[in-house]
């Protein structure tokens, strides 16, 4: 028994099986392991999506699930899928989900624009892989103020925003960018920017 | 060797990054904030332990030629363990971190260690070296992320320490900061271990 052993891990298909085996050991406990957190990770990032549309518009997100139902609603029509905030049946305003590709990866945010599309309510950033400390600061509550409120139209003509350095006072329609990262800046401007043409031409507004 | 001297010789004496310059890739990529150095630190020592115990324990049966793969197999299974478990249980580190949790399965301590040390000696020795490397390593990355982030941010851990008239040096945020800093300890270790003989 111990002669066959040997000789068996001398044989060239030694090598094969023992990866396969381990192979099979190692993946199988990652896939349970996985299985096993998905459910939580998919209830977190869920929760998460629906109290950042929440805080779009300014909405308590004290109990998300609630608040979620009572005030929100998601629209799906052909290519377009939106949400529409209502409070006290009054229309707040549309919130797109929208993505642009960032400096490393595709940056996914939240743009809430008033139901005229003149406005933008409010940004959140969902996802984001930009450099931590430089182009991570597009998740700063001082980078995404500037957007709040912010016009977007001009003449019946959606405006592209122009970059001024980070410190500048800015006016019109001029955002401040982020010092070492004008790439993941341009990216949110390009995106929003991108996004409200699309979408303002897809659901026909007046501007 | 003592469970002590394996230790103290992998985490200063011998150390990952100013000894044997390796995994630099990640001391320059996360040292611009102290936060993120602790956790690539403690990720890095999780896989480096457990790793190492678990590739000292199948040492006599992996073939030879194929170690590194096999090795690569199981550092990347420790690694996936601690991203799932980060986005489990702590998703808002998880969302800080971002990709480089990932990045530790490239991490060259870990696969250094497994080859230099785990395949050779039995599996508590190896989970010490491992702890020992990867806290070696915690160190300088919390060592120059300690200066990048003072310079850079005027915070340590996010918290403010210079207040407003300090002007931040956006270059200890970039990449560049990194390499001075890194060059910097490796020449004062280096200067002071030659002077001790």
């Not at chain 1, 999506?49 to 699930?65: A, G, H, I, Q, Y």
Request: overall charge positive; hydrophobic content about 50%.
């Amino acid at each position: 028994m111990v002669n066959k052993k040997t000789i068996f891990r001398e044989t060239r298909a030694y090598p094969v099986v023992f990866m396969l085996l381990i192979t099979i050991v190692f993946v199988g406990i990652l896939a349970v392991l996985y299985q096993l957190t998905l459910h939580r990770v998919q209830t977190y990032r869920e929760t998460q999506l629906k109290s950042m549309v929440l805080r779009t518009f300014d909405l308590p997100e004290n109990d998300v699930e609630a608040n979620f139902t009572k005030f929100i609603s998601l629209r799906e029509e052909a290519d377009l899928t939106y949400y529409e905030a209502t409070k006290d049946s009054v229309l707040l305003g549309f919130c797109f989900p929208i993505s642009g590709s960032g400096l490393w990866s595709t940056i996914q945010a939240l743009l809430a624009v008033t139901p005229d599309f003149k406005n933008i309510i409010d940004i959140e950033i969902v996802s984001q892989n930009e450099t931590p400390g430089l182009g991570g600061r597009i998740t700063e509550s001082w980078f995404k103020a500037q957007f709040k409120g912010k016009l977007l139209v001009e003449n019946h003509l959606i405006q592209q925003f122009t970059l001024i350095p980070e410190n500048d006072q800015i006016k019109g329609f001029e955002i401040n960018q982020i010092t070492g990262a004008t790439a993941s800046s341009k990216a949110v401007v390009d995106m929003i920017y991108k996004n409200v043409l699309k979408y303002s031409k897809e659901m026909r507004a007046e501007l | 060797m003592t469970k002590k001297q394996i230790f103290m010789t992998s985490a200063f004496t011998e150390n990952s990054i100013w000894r044997q310059i390796l995994g630099i890739c990640s001391a320059l990529a996360v040292t611009n904030l102290m936060l993120n150095s602790l956790v690539m630190g403690l990720g890095v020592i999780f896989t480096l332990a457990l790793a190492g115990f678990t590739i000292s324990l199948l040492r006599n049966y992996i073939p030879k030629r194929i170690r590194m793969m096999v090795q690569t197999l199981i550092i990347a299974s420790y690694v996936i363990i601690v991203d799932l478990v980060l986005k489990a249980y702590f998703p808002q580190i998880s969302t800080a971190l971002g990709p480089y949790v990932g990045l530790i399965i490239t991490n060259c301590i870990i696969m250094g260690r497994a080859e230099a040390f785990a395949g050779k000696n039995p599996p508590l020795a190896a989970m010490i070296d491992g702890i020992g490397a990867g806290v070696g390593y915690t160190f300088v990355l919390l060592v120059i992320s300690f200066v990048r982030e003072l310079f850079g941010f005027g915070t340590l851990f996010g918290i403010p320490i210079l207040g407003d008239w300090w002007t931040k040096w956006s270059i200890m945020v970039m990449a560049p900061s990194a390499f001075f800093m890194l060059a910097m300890l490796i020449w004062i270790v280096n200067t002071k271990s030659a002077k001790r003989g």
